[in-house]
Protein backbone atom coordinates (compact mmCIF):
# COMPACT_ATOMS: atom_id res chain seq x y z
CA UNK A 1 0.00 0.00 0.00
CA UNK A 2 1.00 3.37 -0.55
CA UNK A 3 2.31 5.72 1.84
CA UNK A 4 -0.28 8.70 1.01
CA UNK A 5 -3.93 6.48 2.21
CA UNK A 6 -5.55 9.45 0.74
CA UNK A 7 -4.35 8.49 -2.97
CA UNK A 8 -4.72 5.02 -2.47
CA UNK A 9 -8.01 4.78 -1.47
CA UNK A 10 -9.24 6.82 -4.49
CA UNK A 11 -7.22 3.88 -6.32
CA UNK A 12 -8.66 1.31 -4.39
CA UNK A 13 -12.22 3.16 -3.88
CA UNK A 14 -12.89 5.56 -6.74
CA UNK A 15 -16.44 7.33 -5.42
CA UNK A 16 -19.45 9.47 -7.05
CA UNK A 17 -21.61 11.83 -4.25
CA UNK A 18 -25.21 10.65 -4.49
CA UNK A 19 -26.96 13.13 -1.73
CA UNK A 20 -26.28 15.37 0.75
CA UNK A 21 -29.40 15.26 3.23
CA UNK A 22 -29.71 17.82 6.62
CA UNK A 23 -30.99 16.53 9.81
CA UNK A 24 -31.09 19.24 11.48
CA UNK A 25 -30.63 22.69 11.13
CA UNK A 26 -31.21 24.96 14.24
CA UNK A 27 -29.96 28.44 16.18
CA UNK A 28 -30.83 30.22 19.17
CA UNK A 29 -30.15 33.65 20.16
CA UNK A 30 -29.27 34.23 23.45
CA UNK A 31 -30.96 36.99 25.83
CA UNK A 32 -27.51 38.35 26.55
CA UNK A 33 -24.77 38.65 24.73
CA UNK A 34 -21.45 36.53 26.41
CA UNK A 35 -18.17 36.77 25.41
CA UNK A 36 -16.76 35.47 22.13
CA UNK A 37 -15.21 32.04 22.53
CA UNK A 38 -11.67 31.71 21.82
CA UNK A 39 -11.56 28.17 20.91
CA UNK A 40 -9.53 26.66 18.20
CA UNK A 41 -11.60 23.74 18.31
CA UNK A 42 -14.15 22.46 15.93
CA UNK A 43 -16.76 21.15 17.96
CA UNK A 44 -18.10 18.59 15.91
CA UNK A 45 -19.11 14.84 15.85
CA UNK A 46 -18.60 12.15 12.97
CA UNK A 47 -19.94 9.28 12.11
CA UNK A 48 -18.43 7.14 9.26
CA UNK A 49 -19.91 4.03 8.07
CA UNK A 50 -20.29 1.60 5.21
CA UNK A 51 -23.52 0.10 4.14
CA UNK A 52 -24.07 -3.92 4.77
CA UNK A 53 -22.88 -4.68 1.11
CA UNK A 54 -19.98 -2.06 1.13
CA UNK A 55 -21.28 -0.18 -2.17
CA UNK A 56 -21.88 2.86 0.04
CA UNK A 57 -19.79 5.21 2.54
CA UNK A 58 -22.03 7.85 4.47
CA UNK A 59 -20.44 10.16 6.16
CA UNK A 60 -22.46 12.42 9.11
CA UNK A 61 -21.36 15.16 10.97
CA UNK A 62 -22.77 17.22 13.55
CA UNK A 63 -21.79 20.44 14.88
CA UNK A 64 -22.69 22.02 17.97
CA UNK A 65 -21.50 25.44 18.21
CA UNK A 66 -21.73 27.88 20.84
CA UNK A 67 -21.31 31.65 19.96
CA UNK A 68 -21.22 35.17 21.58
CA UNK A 69 -25.06 36.01 20.37
CA UNK A 70 -27.26 32.66 19.45
CA UNK A 71 -25.91 28.93 19.61
CA UNK A 72 -26.35 27.08 16.61
CA UNK A 73 -26.31 23.46 15.66
CA UNK A 74 -25.98 21.95 12.07
CA UNK A 75 -26.43 18.02 11.33
CA UNK A 76 -25.38 16.86 8.00
CA UNK A 77 -24.77 13.62 5.44
CA UNK A 78 -23.05 12.95 2.51
CA UNK A 79 -23.24 9.49 0.73
CA UNK A 80 -21.07 8.39 -1.58
CA UNK A 81 -21.80 5.48 -3.88
CA UNK A 82 -18.45 3.42 -4.60
CA UNK A 83 -16.93 2.62 -7.90
CA UNK A 84 -17.01 -1.11 -6.88
CA UNK A 85 -17.64 -2.69 -3.60
CA UNK A 86 -14.89 -2.52 -1.09
CA UNK A 87 -14.55 -2.94 2.74
CA UNK A 88 -12.62 0.18 3.59
CA UNK A 89 -10.35 -0.20 6.61
CA UNK A 90 -10.71 2.41 9.76
CA UNK A 91 -7.45 4.56 8.44
CA UNK A 92 -9.06 3.88 4.89
CA UNK A 93 -12.30 5.28 6.24
CA UNK A 94 -10.74 8.40 8.50
CA UNK A 95 -8.79 9.40 5.30
CA UNK A 96 -12.02 9.05 2.83
CA UNK A 97 -13.72 11.81 5.47
CA UNK A 98 -11.38 13.92 5.86
CA UNK A 99 -10.41 14.32 2.23
CA UNK A 100 -13.96 14.40 0.26
CA UNK A 101 -16.46 14.47 2.53
CA UNK A 102 -15.28 16.93 4.67
CA UNK A 103 -14.46 19.11 1.72
CA UNK A 104 -18.10 18.65 0.17
CA UNK A 105 -19.87 19.32 3.53
CA UNK A 106 -18.17 22.51 4.74
CA UNK A 107 -19.72 24.89 2.10
CA UNK A 108 -23.47 23.13 3.25
CA UNK A 109 -22.27 23.69 7.28
CA UNK A 110 -21.31 27.53 6.74
CA UNK A 111 -24.24 28.54 4.25
CA UNK A 112 -26.73 27.28 7.55
CA UNK A 113 -24.85 28.83 9.92
CA UNK A 114 -24.51 32.26 7.55
CA UNK A 115 -28.43 31.44 6.60
CA UNK A 116 -29.32 30.86 10.86
CA UNK A 117 -27.20 34.00 11.47
CA UNK A 118 -29.14 36.18 9.20
CA UNK A 119 -32.49 35.73 10.29
CA UNK A 120 -31.55 36.10 14.10
CA UNK A 121 -29.58 39.26 12.97
CA UNK A 122 -26.83 38.26 14.42
CA UNK A 123 -23.15 37.82 13.81
CA UNK A 124 -21.87 34.73 11.71
CA UNK A 125 -19.85 32.14 13.73
CA UNK A 126 -16.57 31.77 12.27
CA UNK A 127 -15.49 28.41 12.13
CA UNK A 128 -12.02 27.54 13.80
CA UNK A 129 -9.19 26.47 11.17
CA UNK A 130 -7.55 23.02 12.50
CA UNK A 131 -7.69 19.41 11.88
CA UNK A 132 -10.73 17.83 12.62
CA UNK A 133 -10.57 14.74 14.11
CA UNK A 134 -12.99 12.17 12.43
CA UNK A 135 -14.03 9.19 14.50
CA UNK A 136 -15.00 6.24 12.75
CA UNK A 137 -18.01 4.39 13.71
CA UNK A 138 -20.06 1.41 13.02
CA UNK A 139 -22.09 0.42 9.82
CA UNK A 140 -24.33 2.72 8.98
CA UNK A 141 -24.78 6.26 11.03
CA UNK A 142 -28.60 6.29 12.18
CA UNK A 143 -31.73 7.30 9.94
CA UNK A 144 -29.58 6.18 6.78
CA UNK A 145 -31.20 3.14 4.72
Do not use: C
Not at 75 to 102: H, Q
Amino acid sequence: MPDNIASAVFQVAPHELLDVVFFEVSAKRLEIATEPPQSTEIPLVAQIGQTDDNSEVVVRIALDLPGHQADFRVDVAARYRLDAPALLSDAERITFAESGPMLTLLPFIREALMSSASRLRVDVPVLPLGRIQMPVNGPEPAGQS
